[in-house]
Every structure is written in C-alpha cells, then in structure tokens.
C-alpha cells in the first residue's frame, strides 16, 4: 500500500489547507513536490475552483453592463441621473465627452419666463409674432409622394360632385381632392375644434360665407372659428344647465305636482307644526311645534334625512324663523323671551325680558331681508325692533290700533303692519316715522300680510277669510281699490306666502280642514287641482317655498310636515 493511499486527508482538512495555501506562499521549491502535492487534490477542489472562477467572470460581467447603463443615462438624460463622483477623473472625462456629443442634440434655455424646449427645432421663434400670423402650424408627420402624381376625376361619382368649385371642374390632382376632403370633414364635424391647439388664435366671422381654404396648391384647410373663444370655454367649464325653465311663465288652471315622502318622516312631531322653512340653500328645512323641538332636515324628496333635533324645555314654539343670511335661526312661544341658535357655533342663547318692555309674549315676529333687524308684536299697539346682531332694543313704533301682522319691503328698509283697526301702516325704518297709512277694502281685522319677494306686490287677509292683493306702488300713489279680491277662505286667514318669483300666493286657515288654496298671480285665479282631491291636507298651519320654487312644505296640526314637488320649477 502506497503512501498516498494512507494518507488521504478527510474533505474538511482539505478545505482548511487550500485557503491557508491561498493565504500563505507556498514554501515547496522542488516541482516534483509540487507534482505530488497537486495529486492529493480530489476532483471536489478542482469543480470548487470553476464554480469560483465564473462567479468572478459574471461580477466582472455584471460591472461592465452597470457601466455601459450608466454611459447610456448619462447620454440620454445627461447629469440628471448620474450624480457627481469626486476622485473619479475617468468618469468626470467620459461625461465632458458625452455631454459634447450630446450639446448637439438638445439645449436647455434658462433665461426667465422662457419655456424649456427639448429639441433645436422646436426653440427656433418665428421671426414676425403677429396676431394676424397666427400659431406656427406643425408639420406631418407624414406626407404620401404619389399625392401629386395622382389624378382624380370628381365629377364621374356622385358624391364627390360635392367637391368641385365650379360647375365643369372634373379632374383634380390629389393633393388637392386630399385637402378638399378635409375641408368637407371640417364643414360637417364643426364642433371637433375644441380638442385643436390653436383654436384660441382663430378669429373667424360668422359673416364670412363657407370659402373652401384648402392644403397644396390651394392653400391650408382651416375650419371655421369663433370670436368669442373665451365665452365658449365658460360653459365647458361649467356643470349649470344650459336652458333654465324657471324664466318661463306658469299657466293658470291646473298645476302640475307630486307628493313625495313627509319631509319629517324620520322624526314626526307628537304636537301641531307652527313653522317650517327652507334654508336658502334649499337642502336644509326646518320646522318647530308644541312639541318644544327645532329639528332640521336635509331635504332630497327621497329619505329627508334627520340632521339635528333641539329641545327648548321652557318654550313651546309658536315660530321659528331662519335668519336670511343663514348664520341662525329665531325661535319664540308665548314667553317674555326668545330663543337664538347659531348654525356655526351649534350654541342656543335665550334673550330677555327686553329691558323696558313687559310683553308677556313675543310669539310673532318677522326678520329683515337684510338680516339687521327682527321686528316683534308687542301690547297695546308697539312694534318692538330688536338688532339680530347684539340681541337688543333698539327702537319702538306705535300704532292706533293693536298690531296683529307684520311684513318688510324694500330689503328691509320699509315695514308694513297691520291690526285691529283695519289700516294697512308703511313705515320708514330708517327714520321710524309712518309715511303711509291707507284701509283696507272691506277689513275690519287685519290678520295676515305679505310682500312679494321683488317688493311690487303685497297681499292683506282678515278675519272674514278675504285676501285683497294690492300693487304697492298703486296704494302710496293713493290708489285704494285693489288689484284682485280673492274670497275662497271662509274662516280667519292665518297664514300667506308668495313663492320664489311671485307667481304664486299661498293662502290658508287653521279653523277649516283643507283651508289651503294655491293662487296664480298672473291671472288672479285660484288652482284647480288645489287642494288634491284624493288627500287630506287636515288643519294646515304653515307652509314655505323652497328658493328655486322645486318644493313647498307644509305643515299641519298632525305633527307631518307635508312635501310636494312642483314640476314647473326644475330646481329646488
């Protein structure tokens, strides 16, 4: 047995003496025992030391690709992807390189308020910067050589005919019959011109008659423009309708609605409904009872979502009113004071007794259009004026008779009144003096007034259950008589509201069941179809028109406030 076969090392020893060898120089200086040692090397070493060298080939691969990614950013986007590496001169060389290569292709202008352009072509300016020149027309991309060679004859098929300039024109050549088809494409498909870029530099006449300016040798196809490109992109930019139905005029007879879902159907009132009213942006209603509750919906004729409910534990409301601006809301009973809730801060205020007042009750009461003043009934005659910003008495107006209705006009600055005297008081609030008292035809009790929201109209009703509408531009000039009497009620008229364009006049009674009838202004006569047949309106005791005249609620003494959409009208 040789010495070599004694001696045959285990595999982990072997390991251990190539990487000391790799380590450390050899100390054998005879090749013959170099010989002898590259015998006792198994196969397992030899496969060891290929799997080494091609994992170094493949790094050295690896690096190589990684620089030659690296040149090709760097000629492509420049320094921009390539950040700066100090102490590396063959680098910084190989980028002054490129970056000479590549100045040729592309610039960058840096000067101010210029726009970066990518290519040499697109920065050449041209020389004249005129209106009447236009926008730079952009190139084709393409352009077919055989356009010219080719000839057409038009007038051989029929729909081509179309094409020709005059009435013995038959052949063309085909740049021109390829510019006359995109002048035809123009003609019918006018409305495409939007998607163009240069369609802001136009400033074509309607006036102009449809000339034929054509590609070739018959010029450039164009179509036809606007003048006024600036009101065009207004309503593109707009969700509004085009055509508002709300301008026309509303026909008397029959009037056309629907019944949607009780607008408190999610909390229904367990008292009579004394006030409801629309915010102005006509998705927020509110309504108030004996129940002692302010409770707010978000109308949408379909769920009529609860928002928010308010208990007044002291103070059963009589009414509760929106202040016009939409930062509050006004709430009064039979009480020496009343309440304030504002919308922004959701904090509830209770107010008096009014200092210098001893008015047991402030349940009537009407807000300015112009959202300074709150106008309360008070004893013996007294109008009270009370500032809705700091809550307090700010004036006092005195009437012959007692006081039983107010109403404002002219935004605020004018106040009607009227009361168990039967006259009908202006007064001018910016001196607080009466500048106008005149009777009402035939009233003994004034019990309701209301002014159309533009001021020309204002409708007084009484005990007897007439409404006698009046112009009021008439009656200061001394005109007494009024326009139209309306005589449908029979018990006390407790309640009147014109709509948001004053073509209709609500009129209603809390003494008679389905005491409501809907008035058309224009025409002075009474709806029809109103109150509907088939339903029961019971004791109604209040009512408002949404801002946009889409909606009225209603409210009765059931506690349901009643909803219904008038078609007319196509927003809330």
């Given at each position: 047995?040789?010495?070599?076969?004694?001696?045959?090392?285990?595999?982990?020893?072997?390991?251990?003496?190539?990487?000391?060898?790799?380590?450390?120089?050899?100390?054998?200086k005879?090749?013959?025992?170099?010989?002898?040692?590259?015998?006792?090397?198994?196969?397992?070493?030899?496969?060891?030391?290929?799997?080494?060298?091609?994992?170094?080939?493949?790094?050295?691969?690896?690096?190589?690709?990684?620089?030659?990614m690296?040149?090709?950013?760097?000629?492509?986007?420049?320094?921009?992807?390539?950040?700066v590496?100090?102490?590396?001169q063959?680098?910084?060389?190989?980028?002054?390189?490129?970056?000479e290569?590549?100045?040729a292709?592309f610039?960058?202008?840096?000067?101010?308020n210029?726009?970066?352009?990518?290519?040499?072509?697109d920065?050449?300016?041209?020389?004249?910067?005129?209106?009447?020149?236009?926008?730079?027309?952009?190139?084709?991309?393409?352009?077919?050589?055989?356009?010219?060679?080719?000839?057409?004859?038009?007038?051989?098929?029929n729909?081509?005919?179309?094409?020709?300039?005059?009435?013995?024109?038959?052949?063309?050549?085909?740049?021109s019959?390829?510019?006359?088809?995109?002048?035809q494409h123009?003609?019918?498909?006018?409305?495409?011109?939007?998607?163009?870029?240069?369609?802001?530099?136009?400033?074509?006449?309607?006036?102009?008659?449809?000339?034929d300016?054509?590609?070739?040798?018959?010029?450039?196809?164009?179509?036809?423009?606007?003048?006024?490109?600036?009101?065009?992109?207004?309503?593109?930019?707009?969700?509004?309708?085009?055509?508002?139905?709300?301008?026309a005029?509303?026909?008397?007879?029959?009037?056309?609605y629907?019944?949607?879902?009780?607008?408190?159907?999610?909390?229904p009132?367990?008292?009579p409904?004394?006030?409801?009213?629309?915010h102005?942006?006509?998705?927020?209603?509110?309504?108030?009872?004996?129940?002692?509750?302010?409770?707010?919906?978000?109308?949408?004729?379909?769920?009529?979502?609860?928002?928010q409910?308010?208990?007044?534990?002291?103070?059963?409301?009589?009414?509760?009113?929106?202040?016009?601006?939409g930062?509050?809301?006004?709430?009064?009973?039979?009480?020496?004071?009343?309440?304030?809730?504002?919308?922004?801060?959701?904090?509830?205020?209770?107010?008096g007794?009014?200092?210098?007042?001893?008015?047991?009750?402030?349940?009537?009461?009407?807000?300015?259009?112009?959202?300074?003043?709150i106008?309360?009934v008070?004893?013996?005659?007294?109008?009270?004026?009370?500032?809705?910003?700091?809550?307090?008495?700010?004036?006092?107006?005195?009437m012959?008779?007692?006081?039983?209705?107010?109403?404002?006009?002219?935004?605020?600055?004018?106040?009607?009144?009227?009361?168990?005297?039967?006259?009908?008081?202006?007064?001018?609030?910016?001196?607080?003096?009466?500048?106008?008292k005149?009777?009402?035809?035939g009233?003994i009790?004034?019990?309701?007034?209301?002014?159309?929201?533009?001021?020309?109209?204002?409708?007084?009703?009484?005990?007897?259950?007439?409404?006698?509408?009046?112009?009021?531009?008439?009656?200061?000039?001394?005109?007494?008589?009024?326009?139209?009497?309306?005589?449908?009620?029979?018990?006390?008229?407790?309640?009147?509201?014109?709509?948001?364009?004053?073509?209709?006049?609500?009129?209603?009674?809390?003494?008679?069941?389905?005491?409501?009838?809907?008035?058309?202004?224009p025409?002075f006569?009474?709806?029809?179809?109103?109150?509907?047949?088939?339903?029961?309106?019971?004791y109604?005791?209040?009512?408002?028109?949404?801002?946009?005249?889409?909606?009225?609620?209603l409210?009765?003494?059931?506690?349901?406030?009643?909803?219904?959409?008038?078609?007319?009208?196509?927003?809330?």
């Amino acid at each position: 047995m040789s010495w070599i076969s004694q001696n045959v090392r285990p595999k982990d020893q072997i390991e251990k003496i190539k990487r000391k060898a790799s380590k450390k120089p050899s100390l054998l200086k005879d090749d013959g025992e170099l010989e002898e040692r590259k015998g006792d090397k198994p196969d397992t070493y030899k496969t060891k030391k290929r799997k080494e060298e091609h994992v170094e080939e493949d790094k050295q691969l690896e690096i190589e690709q990684e620089n030659e990614m690296k040149k090709l950013e760097n000629f492509l986007f420049g320094s921009l992807y390539s950040p700066v590496e100090f102490g590396k001169q063959d680098d910084e060389e190989s980028r002054d390189e490129i970056i000479e290569k590549s100045s040729a292709l592309f610039f960058t202008d840096r000067s101010p308020n210029s726009v970066l352009f990518v290519y040499e072509n697109d920065a050449e300016f041209p020389e004249n910067t005129d209106d009447e020149e236009g926008v730079r027309q952009r190139k084709p991309a393409w352009v077919d050589e055989q356009e010219e060679k080719i000839s057409i004859n038009i007038a051989r098929v029929n729909r081509l005919r179309k094409l020709r300039k005059e009435e013995n024109e038959s052949v063309i050549s085909g740049s021109s019959y390829v510019s006359r088809l995109r002048t035809q494409h123009v003609k019918l498909n006018p409305g495409t011109e939007w998607a163009q870029l240069d369609l802001q530099s136009r400033t074509y006449s309607f006036d102009d008659k449809d000339s034929d300016v054509e590609n070739g040798p018959d010029g450039p196809a164009l179509g036809r423009g606007y003048k006024d490109i600036k009101g065009i992109d207004d309503i593109l930019r707009t969700n509004e309708d085009l055509v508002v139905k709300s301008s026309a005029k509303l026909l008397p007879g029959l009037l056309e609605y629907s019944r949607l879902v009780n607008a408190n159907a999610e909390d229904p009132s367990s008292g009579p409904i004394n006030s409801v009213q629309f915010h102005r942006n006509a998705q927020l209603l509110l309504t108030g009872g004996l129940d002692r509750k302010l409770t707010f919906f978000q109308i949408d004729g379909k769920r009529n979502t609860k928002i928010q409910s308010i208990f007044l534990e002291d103070c059963p409301i009589r009414k509760a009113s929106f202040v016009p601006d939409g930062s509050q809301v006004i709430a009064a009973g039979r009480r020496n004071f009343f309440y304030s809730f504002d919308l922004v801060k959701a904090e509830v205020d209770k107010i008096g007794p009014l200092i210098g007042r001893e008015e047991r009750s402030l349940e009537v009461f009407e807000v300015s259009p112009d959202s300074k003043t709150i106008a309360f009934v008070g004893n013996e005659g007294y109008i009270l004026l009370v500032s809705s910003k700091t809550k307090e008495l700010i004036g006092t107006l005195k009437m012959n008779g007692t006081v039983r209705s107010l109403a404002f006009a002219n935004n605020g600055q004018h106040l009607l009144s009227s009361g168990g005297d039967g006259y009908v008081y202006h007064w001018d609030l910016r001196t607080r003096v009466c500048f106008h008292k005149a009777v009402d035809e035939g009233c003994i009790n004034g019990s309701a007034l209301c002014t159309s929201p533009n001021g020309t109209l204002f409708a007084a009703g009484s005990d007897s259950g007439i409404v006698n509408i009046y112009n009021r531009e008439e009656f200061l000039g001394g005109k007494r008589k009024p326009i139209k009497t309306i005589e449908n009620l029979t018990t006390k008229v407790d309640f009147m509201k014109f709509n948001n364009d004053a073509q209709i006049l609500a009129i209603s009674s809390t003494m008679k069941k389905n005491s409501l009838k809907l008035i058309h202004v224009p025409s002075f006569s009474v709806f029809s179809n109103w109150p509907p047949p088939n339903q029961t309106l019971r004791y109604p005791r209040c009512l408002d028109f949404s801002p946009g005249g889409g909606f009225m609620a209603l409210g009765n003494a059931d506690g349901k406030v009643l909803l219904y959409k008038f078609h007319h009208y196509g927003h809330a």
